[in-house]
T-cell receptor, first 109, second 117 residues
């Protein structure tokens, strides 16, 4: 099945800093989502982005499907951005989604 | 309010007992999914269903069973055959399960934390 790798595994920032999270995948995709898992475990949908670029406030994402990677940008980070960010992809050959291991972000005041 | 609900939020079970986790959605989505998350890990797919009365095994289906008798409901039973059932269980749904851009975006419920004593 499709392989998903996220980097870095851990990231510590000072409040106000910018960051880039990366997601590499091994096959063509028809679904790519970025999620933020809050301290209570809830997965919050950030972006549905199998290709192209989207922006939502301080967050933006870009997926280059031909090169099999996606990037999540967080600008002017806040302590509430802390948590685990997951990339999940759906292959054109399957009807399920595969999750990466996540990037744990800690934003310090 | 549209959304996905899971109950209970916390569940404790003795070894050897079966237990059923509830997942309900009122989004009129065709597809529903069950995932398991262990501490510090990503999510792994247990079962998924693209339509009523049909479901397929995911990567870690052993020791679990599901049913899909209604479009809104996709309960998961953790059986005594599951060797290490303590985990966080997440249910999700999407408008469609198959390719069709935009229709397969998944939305998640709040999860159930299962602990086996």
């Amino acid at each position: 099945g499709i392989q998903v790798e996220q980097s870095p595994p851990d990231l510590i920032l000072q409040e106000g800093a910018n960051s880039t999270l990366r997601c590499n995948f091994s096959d063509s995709v028809n679904n790519l989502q970025w999620f933020h898992q809050n301290p209570w475990g809830q997965l919050i949908n950030l972006f549905y982005i199998p290709s192209g670029t989207k922006q939502n406030g301080r967050l933006s994402a870009t997926t280059v499907a031909t090169e099999r990677y996606s990037l999540l940008y967080i600008s002017s980070s806040q302590t509430t951005d802390s948590g685990v960010y997951f990339c999940a992809v759906g292959s054109e050959n399957n009807n399920d989604m595969r999750f990466g291991a996540g990037t744990r972000l800690t934003v310090k005041p | 309010d549209g959304g996905i609900t899971q109950s209970p939020k916390y569940l404790f079970r003795k070894e050897g007992q079966n237990v059923t986790l509830s997942c309900e959605q009122n989004l009129n989505h065709d597809a529903m999914y069950w995932y398991r998350q262990d501490p510090g890990q990503g999510l792994r797919l247990i079962y998924y269903s693209q339509i009523v009365n049909d479901f397929q095994k995911g990567d870690i289906a052993e020791g679990y069973s599901v049913s899909r008798e209604k479009k809104e409901s996709f309960p998961l039973t953790v059986t005594s055959a599951q060797k290490n059932p303590t985990a966080f269980y997440l249910c999700a749904s999407s408008r469609r399960g198959t390719s069709g851009r935009g229709d397969n975006e998944q939305f998640f419920g709040p999860g159930t934390r299962l602990t086996v004593l």
